[in-house]
Each structure stands twice: as structure tokens, then as C-alpha cells.
């Protein structure tokens, strides 16, 4: 999905600190792991679905983005990386057969996020876990991609109409990582202050959609351009799971277990 948002994540391109975040979630779930059959829903090129691969534990990656699922197939799959186009809302996947689910910054870009939910809870098997990690809504920043942002208790309530066991946490980073994303924010609605009479909001959704996937590359350039290519000193390593949120919270992480079949 994120490629065809223009939100792919790409070292040198895309901020230090967001590549980083992206790379602590990925880590607070493979930490959660065990052996079986794991599905990355929105995989992106691969590298971070590879890093799941590990002996008795067998991956898949589906993601809508053609380009993307080619570059994951050549780039990982002589690493034991399987990868298949697929939609995560109507996957072409028999019920029951995974024991784990990803699903990483995916479900905020859905309209019917509770289609995703239920196709995640359908292909579980009934021990099965899933993980998803989402923008919190009242810390996330303007982006028409993000159609349907979760807070805490939205997320919440979601999950548990597919899934009988439910926790949601969050997602956070110490105070640089707050200042770094506070400060490029600041920037960022700079640029937005711009459009001051709101045209972006009065034109047609799919030409805005349109102007700002070609815009971003450009918009990092502008207020990120100091923040790209490890210069920050930003890692992973800078990222916690918490129990507790609050409106400074980055993301929103979950953890649902023992799916329902009918909802």
C-alpha cells in the first residue's frame, strides 16, 4: 500500500527517524515470535519481511504494489523470502493457515479498515497472533493517505469484534526522537500554512491525493534535508513499546489473539 501512497520508506530518501521508527516496530514484533507460518501484510520490497526468516519459521509478504512485490522477489527470494501481489482487505489465502500476522502501518489507509481485520482474523489459525502497528491519531500529522486513523479505544474497539484476546499499547520514542519529529512537523506546517485559503481541502480528494504523492519526495527535501542519511544519530534503539498513551504517543501497537471466524 505504501507505494502507492509515495510513503515507502526508502534509506536516504526518507527521514532518519521515520526509517528508524518503521525499523523498531519490526523489531518489538520479531522479539514476540516464535516458530510456524508468518504473513507481512503491505510488505513493501522485502527487507524488513526477510528479517522475520529464521530456521522453523516459514514468511510470506503480500503487498498491492506490483513494482514492490517484484523487487522483494529479486532482491529475497534465495533468502527463502515467498512473496505474492496480493489485496489486504480480500487475500487469495485459505483460512486458518498462518500462526502469526504483520501488519505494519497499513490499516490507516483503508476506508473499511474492519475488511482488513477480518481477512487478518480469517487466515489465523485459532492460536494464531496478529500485530498491528498504527499512526495514534491526536500525534499524527496531516496526510490524505491516512483515510482512517485510529486512537487507542478505536483500535480497540475494532479488534475486538474479530479477535477475543486484545491488547493495545504503544509505540514511542525517547525525548530526541520527539524533538526531532516535533521539529520537522513545525516545518511541515509551514509549508501547508502556504495554501492559507485550504484549496488542498476544496478540490477534487484524488487530485490532492495525486499532488501530494508527487510533492512528498520534494517536501522532504525541504524539511528534512539535514535529517536523511544517518546524519540525526537516530535509530531504532531510540523506540520503546509502552504500556501507556497519550496524545504525544507516535503509534498505536497491538496485539490480538484468538481470532473470531464469524464477527
Excluded at 490507516?108 to 489465523?124: I, S
Excluded at 536523511?228 to 503509534?251: K, M, P, Q, R, Y
Aim: glycine residues 12%; proline residues 5%.
Amino acid at each position: 500500500m505504501a507505494g502507492l501512497t509515495g510513503e515507502r520508506p526508502l534509506p536516504g530518501r526518507t527521514p532518519d527517524s521515520l526509517l528508524a521508527f518503521h525499523a523498531a516496530g519490526y523489531r518489538e514484533i520479531r522479539s514476540r515470535l516464535g516458530t510456524g507460518r508468518l504473513l507481512d501484510l503491505g510488505c513493501g520490497e522485502g527487507f524488513e519481511s526477510a528479517g522475520f526468516i529464521t530456521p522453523g519459521r516459514e514468511v510470506l509478504g503480500v503487498d498491492y504494489d506490483e513494482g514492490a512485490v517484484l523487487a522483494a522477489l529479486e532482491h529475497y527470494h534465495e533468502s527463502g523470502l515467498h512473496v505474492a501481489r496480493m489485496d489486504a482487505t480480500c487475500l487469495a489465502l485459505h483460512g486458518g493457515g498462518f500462526d502469526w500476522t504483520c501488519s505494519s502501518h497499513l490499516i490507516e489507509h483503508f476506508k473499511e479498515p474492519d475488511l482488513h481485520v477480518a481477512e487478518v482474523a480469517r487466515v489465523l489459525k485459532p492460536g494464531g497472533t496478529a500485530f498491528f502497528i498504527t499512526p495514534n491519531q491526536p500525534a499524527d500529522f496531516e496526510n490524505p493517505f491516512h483515510v482512517h486513523p485510529f486512537t487507542k479505544e478505536s483500535l480497540q474497539e475494532l479488534l475486538g469484534r474479530y479477535f477475543s484476546s486484545v491488547w493495545v499499547g504503544g509505540l514511542d520514542g525517547d525525548e530526541e526522537v520527539k524533538a526531532d519529529f516535533h521539529s520537522r512537523r513545525v516545518r511541515g506546517r509551514r509549508l501547508l500554512a502556504l495554501d492559507f485559503l485550504g484549496i488542498r481541502h476544496k478540490i477534487p480528494e484524488a487530485w490532492y491525493v495525486a499532488a501530494y504523492e508527487k510533492l512528498l519526495p520534494f517536501a522532504y527535501r525541504l524539511v528534512a534535508r539535514g535529517d536523511v542519511g544517518g546524519t540525526t544519530g537516530i535509530s531504532a534503539d531510540d523506540f520503546f513499546v509502552t504500556n501507556e498513551v497519550d496524545s504525544t504517543t507516535l503509534a498505536l501497537f497491538a496485539v490480538a489473539g484468538k481470532p473470531n471466524t464469524v464477527s
